[in-house]
């Protein structure tokens, strides 16, 4: 095996190593759990077309109330797209 080098006056580039972003934000986002005072819970996210109702659905025992009081919610009826809400979850 021969060693090749480059022709005088020409210059290879530099090898180039794929190091990973420190700003880059996964494509899907996972729920993810925290604590509270009272216990534990879940972020959602609220996409198009969801109420308090069918959120609390999703889960388990949850309650469009306890929703409601863990995210001090007081309009039901003002969810935007894209906000995170907290949801009760059981240990």
């Not at 190593?17 to 216990?39: C, D, I, Q, R, W």
């Not at 659905?57 to 863990?70: E, F, N, P, W």
């Amino acid at each position: 095996m021969t060693n090749v080098q480059p022709a005088k006056g020409i210059t290879l580039p530099a090898k180039q190593v794929n190091k990973p972003v420190a700003n880059a934000t996964p494509k899907s986002k996972p729920a993810s759990t925290a604590m509270t005072l009272k216990g534990k819970y879940t972020v959602y996210i609220v996409q198009p077309g969801d109420t308090l109702a069918a959120i609390a659905q999703r889960y388990d025992g949850v309650t469009v109330r306890q929703i409601k009081s863990l995210n001090r919610i007081s309009n039901s009826r003002a969810l935007r797209v894209g906000a995170k809400l907290k949801v009760p979850v059981s240990s």
